[in-house]
């Protein structure tokens, strides 16, 4: 169905791939907890000071919406920026540059 790229990888190549992806995973782990922590603090020090008026859910929301779109990024949910797009651009790119090194030939 789509493009299916076959790459010959050897070990480093495959090392600095794995490495790459698990310091992706830690980030989006670290920009959680982050969130969890500061959101817990905002809505404490709302409730706190202002109970009436409630405005902890605006950062709450939108930075919820940041976390949640980095997570499917990450985990290679999100198909416009996954894996196999990342492999058909670099071929598509890899391509172009063939090309124009023949045309000057």
């Known amino acids: 169905m789509g493009v299916i790229m076959e790459m010959n990888f050897n070990e480093d190549d495959k090392y600095f791939q794995a490495k790459k992806k698990v310091e ?4 989006f782990y670290g920009n959680l ?4 922590l ?3 603090i905002l809505i404490f020090i709302n409730l706190y000071t202002s109970p009436k008026y409630l405005w902890f859910f605006w950062p709450l929301m939108w930075w919820g919406v940041g976390v949640v779109l980095h997570g499917l990024k990450v985990f290679e949910v999100f198909p416009v920026l996954g894996k196999g797009w990342e492999e058909r651009k670099i071929k598509e790119f890899m391509d172009k540059e063939k090309e124009n090194k023949n045309k000057w030939k």
């Open 38 to 40: 500061v959101n817990a």
């Open 33 to 36: 907890v982050a969130y969890v």
């Open 24 to 27: 992706s995973i830690k980030g």
